[in-house]
């Protein structure tokens, strides 16, 4: 499915700004409940529209995100890559669940992806980590209904205004 | 590759298993590409990890979304001017009197210090030793951005146009930071003592032992994993920098033992060192300048 300029530029826009987001500085007692915004868009997008985001631009975000976060190059786009995949896989199925099962399986989505990055962390040898680590999944599924609602609204209202 | 094919059987198994036959036609195509990509993302970290050009194409890269930096940096900075603005006058005032009170006992205790450098340069100089050295500091402020919980890296607002060097020791009131890493532009990046692969060497004040200090990844609490077993350490003993390497000046304080492992089958003792540095919520930092002035400054007197 080809999709026109404008629908690229907001898919664009809305990464982008996950990825701000992720950026912006939280006060200390919010720093563990932050969710993996990227992560929830791209999920977002690649459920809505078929292929758009393809395996590769998972792969270029993730790397953009390593770049501006510090992490280890590659980290991310491995994370995102995969994420994409899972998502194209089951995406007929999960299109058509209901908002909690849904959100339920994009639970099970980023558990899936915290798993594979502790796995890195420990390679690396760095110290495993607390229990804080597995409370961003959960975060992300509470949020999932409400930025599912969100952006479709945003997508609606675009589509109004004619270029 | 196993890791993709475990990540697929496991949300295969989640959501009842939809047959071998998926793996063909399309989707085959799809999974040799995830293949493809996967690979690609593991070459990527470990180039990073172990190479030298990925590190330095990300710092170019590092360069160009610099603007980025100062965007992010914007709610923050504004919510603390809103903060400012709103402040209460009662508040503003208790708070001048107890900066008062500090500026007060800090410039006391550099009294005594001024007296006790000239008597030490005297000393110096009758035993003809190097003269002592002081160091000139230049202040930066961290960049206010959340970085990725796992990298020991911090970014200050200053770069190669205020003079900063790669290696330049970084500090802050109260102890050892880390080091200059990456210079650019307009800020730098700093890798913290807390780093697994930063090793920082150190000497115990109290009896001079000398070793190094590694990071343990953990903000909390620093590592000294070859202090001989009968070396004397008890806890509470301040560790401070040894200035050998060239790279950390000598005196300076990191922290203190925490507690010491003594294990009769290993051949070292562990020492646990808590960093006196605020490593993980410091905002202000002193950047100590690379060239040591070998005289000391011209002291006012008081």
């Keep these: 499915m080809k999709l026109n300029r404008k629908s690229r530029r907001l898919i664009f826009l809305t990464v982008a700004s996950a990825i701000l987001l992720s950026l912006v500085p939280l006060p200390e007692i919010l720093i563990p409940f932050k969710p993996y915004w990227v992560a929830l868009v791209v999920i977002y997008w690649s459920l809505e529209t078929q292929d758009t985001i393809s395996l590769g631009l998972a792969f270029l975000t993730g790397v953009v995100l390593d770049i501006l976060s510090g992490s280890l190059m590659g980290l991310h786009a491995l994370s995102l890559v995969v994420m994409v995949f899972l998502v194209q896989h089951f995406r007929s199925r999960l299109r058509f669940f209901p908002p909690w099962q849904q959100a339920l399986s994009v639970f099970v989505l980023l558990v899936n992806d915290r798993i594979i990055l502790i796995w890195i962390t420990a390679l690396l040898g760095e110290p495993l980590p607390t229990w804080k680590y597995w409370l961003p999944p959960l975060v992300g599924m509470i949020l999932w209904p409400w930025l599912f609602l969100l952006l479709d609204r945003i997508r609606a209202m675009s589509r109004q205004h004619k270029p | 590759m196993c890791l993709a094919l475990q990540v697929n059987d496991k949300n295969l198994a989640h959501r009842e298993s939809s047959g071998p036959g998926r793996w063909f036609g399309e989707d085959g195509t799809r999974t040799a590409r995830l293949m493809i990509y996967i690979l690609l993302a593991i070459v990527l970290m470990f180039m990073d990890q172990f190479g030298h050009y990925v590190p330095r194409i990300r710092s170019a890269m590092e360069l160009a979304f610099e603007p980025v930096f100062h965007v992010v940096g914007w709610p923050a900075e504004a919510l603390q001017a809103l903060d400012q603005r709103t402040r209460e006058r009662s508040d503003l005032i208790a708070e001048n009197q107890q900066l008062l009170q500090q500026l007060l006992k800090v410039s006391g205790s550099v009294q005594t210090q001024v007296a006790l450098q000239k ?61 200059v890493e990456d210079v650019h532009r307009h800020y730098s990046t700093v890798r913290l003592i807390s780093d697994p692969d930063h090793a920082l060497p150190v000497q115990i004040n109290r009896t001079g032992l000398r070793t190094v200090a590694f990071g343990t990844g953990e903000t909390s609490h620093l590592l000294m994993p070859n202090v001989p077993l009968q070396a004397d350490v008890s806890p509470g003993d301040v560790i401070a920098t040894s200035g050998l390497g060239d790279r950390f000046p000598p005196g300076f304080p990191v922290g203190e033992v925490e507690r010491v492992e003594r294990d009769s089958g290993e051949t070292f003792a562990k020492v646990y060192i808590r960093p006196f540095a605020a490593l993980d919520r410091g905002r202000e930092v002193l950047l100590i300048d690379p060239q040591y002035v070998t005289n000391p400054l011209p002291v006012e007197q008081p």
């Design chain 2, 119 to 179: 008597e030490n340069q005297r000393l110096r100089d009758l035993l003809g030793a190097t003269r002592g050295r002081a160091y000139l500091f230049q202040f930066a402020e961290m960049i206010r951005v959340d970085l990725d919980p796992f990298s020991h890296k911090v970014w200050i607002d200053m770069g190669a146009d205020k003079g900063v060097v790669i290696g330049q020791a970084v500090i802050d009131g109260l102890g050892i930071v880390g080091q």
